[in-house]
T-cell receptor, first 114, second 116 residues
């Protein structure tokens, strides 16, 4: 069974530039999550989708971050414009159901903002 | 208030010894799940073990066991017979199934170093 796929693995940009990350969850997983992990900290949930609907985006900085999951499968997370404090690993995860089972994580996309 | 607290920033253990990583949680939701994940230096998050709030017995998975004390709201991870490959960051996490759409909230993590 293929795992959660993410790209790119690494990205370096200047502040005020834009960046997009892509995630393809495990086939059949209805719930998709984007987490931000700053170095030395635990992951923080940015947004959670159930199929193509947003369940929770309370911690997403909506002035600069956006995410979509148009067909209920893969998802894109965009940052525009990026700030220095956005330097982090962006982890995508999926789970079979909304309220059951563990989350399966991708390898993450490491963003460095200069 | 912190939902998940891991008070040990770093732990050291000798190879083949057992080690306990502490985790306390805070919730008013009667239905929740507790997870432990391992994050090696390569960055991927690896699921280790799960404990449901209504489970009567402590969860075990190979060398991993979860010491679940519901009244104390603690869910400590015990790793028996430590191996060099166990050196990693370990995260405790909780899903509140009645109130938070099942989102997984993580603690700050504990870095475990296994010495030969």
């Amino acid at each position: 069974e293929a795992g959660v796929a993410q790209s790119p693995r690494y990205k370096i940009i200047e502040k005020r530039q834009s960046v997009a990350f892509w995630c393809n969850p495990i086939s059949g997983h209805a719930t998709l999550y984007w987490y931000q992990q700053i170095l030395g900290q635990g992951p923080k949930l940015l947004i959670q989708f159930q199929n193509n609907g947003v369940v929770d985006d309370s911690q997403l900085p909506k002035d600069r971050f956006s995410a979509e999951r148009l067909k209920g499968v893969d998802s894109t997370l965009k940052i525009q414009p990026a700030k220095l404090e956005d330097s982090a690993v962006y982890l995508c995860a999926s789970s079979l159901e909304l309220l059951a089972g563990e989350l399966f994580f991708g390898e993450g996309s490491r963003l460095t903002v200069l | 208030a912190q939902k998940i607290t891991q008070t040990q920033p770093g732990m050291f253990v000798q190879e083949k010894e057992a080690v306990t990583l502490d985790c306390t949680y805070d919730t008013s939701d009667p239905s929740y799940g507790l997870f432990w994940y391992k994050q090696p230096s390569s960055g991927e998050m690896i699921f280790l073990i799960y404990q449901g709030s209504y489970d009567q017995q402590n969860a075990t998975e190979g060398r991993y066991s979860l010491n679940f004390q519901k009244a104390r709201k603690s869910a400590n991870l015990v790793i028996s017979a430590s191996q060099l490959g166990d050196s990693a960051m370990y995260f405790c996490a909780m899903r509140e199934l009645g109130t938070s759409y099942g989102k997984l909230t993580f603690g700050q993590g504990t870095i475990l170093t296994v010495h030969p």
